[in-house]
């Protein structure tokens, strides 16, 4: 069943944004350096409109890096100050959504293990009640378009306006040579569902490797995507997470350069 939801467009909350919406920045953030060193990179392309970085990170095993934690909020605080980029993190429960509201940042995203948890969605729907917040909502982990909704129609019914959703492909349910199957079959059906709803996606977590990167972001464009949420790290091989799908800023900027662009369209 098609959702009438209140989404503002694009447009009316960026207004300055004539590209299409272009996220870049580390998986995680580890040291304030390379916080800010990744960043400064980036900021000098324009097309860079936001900065992401993970605090909180939500590793599918235990025993690697599982995030700096809230200091890394005060990085991208500095971030912001000092580049203009607009910054944003990924918020997995009530405590850290209250901590990235207090921190005023511009952009939570919730992760694919938490969109398939409408306990979780619900918590963080709760707490951003009654704010102006811009929340991302990644794909869930599984390919079910109506648990991907469901989570637009919790946040929604708390009030929240700017919603953006993100395709991250899928845990892969056959071969493939991707880290995560890209359903684009299910954007489509989201688009149908949600016309309003702006998405982009994230051709990071769906390639894994950098070699297919531009493949997936060409495709996304190609299928009418809203901009792109992209993993950059300024050295990617001491990344401490996902070193194997990152991009130097520099090879980002490269990457944008062969891309044959949309701008936003909803
Ligand atoms: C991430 O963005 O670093 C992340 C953990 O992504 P996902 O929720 O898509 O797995
Ligand atoms: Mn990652």
Avoid at 29 to 56: C, H, I, N, S
Wanted: with cysteine.
């Amino acid at each position: 069943m098609a959702t009438e939801l209140d989404i503002r467009p694009i447009k009316e909350w960026l207004p300055e944004l004539n590209n299409p919406l272009l996220i870049a920045g580390p998986c995680s953030l580890e040291t304030e350096e390379q916080a800010m060193d990744t960043a400064r990179q980036l900021a000098k392309d324009p097309r860079v409109f936001g900065y992401r970085g993970g605090v909180w990170k939500p590793r599918t095993r235990p025993g690697s890096f599982e995030g700096i934690g809230s200091i890394g909020l005060e990085w991208l605080k500095m971030v912001k100050q000092e580049t203009g980029l607009r910054v944003g993190t990924e918020v997995a429960n009530a405590q850290h959504t209250e901590e990235a509201l207090k921190a005023g940042l511009d952009i939570l995203w919730i992760g694919a293990r938490s969109t398939a948890s409408p306990f979780v969605v619900q918590e963080i729907a709760d707490v951003l009640k009654g704010t102006d917040a811009t929340v991302m909502v990644k794909n869930p982990v599984n390919p079910d378009v109506q648990l991907w909704m469901g989570a637009f129609e919790r946040l929604s019914r708390s009030g929240i306006k700017n919603m953006v959703g993100i395709h991250r492909g899928f845990t892969p349910f056959r071969e493939t040579k991707y880290r995560n199957y890209p359903n684009w079959k299910t954007f489509i059906e989201l688009r149908r569902l949600m016309p309003n709803l702006p998405v982009i996606c994230d051709p990071s977590h769906i390639a894994g490797k950098r070699e297919y990167l531009f493949e997936v972001a060409q495709k996304a464009f190609d299928m009418g995507m809203d901009g792109l949420m992209v993993e950059s790290h300024r050295d990617p091989s001491c990344a401490l997470s996902d070193a194997g799908q990152q991009l130097t800023p520099a090879d980002l900027f490269k990457m944008l350069d062969k891309l044959v662009i949309r701008n936003v369209s909803v």
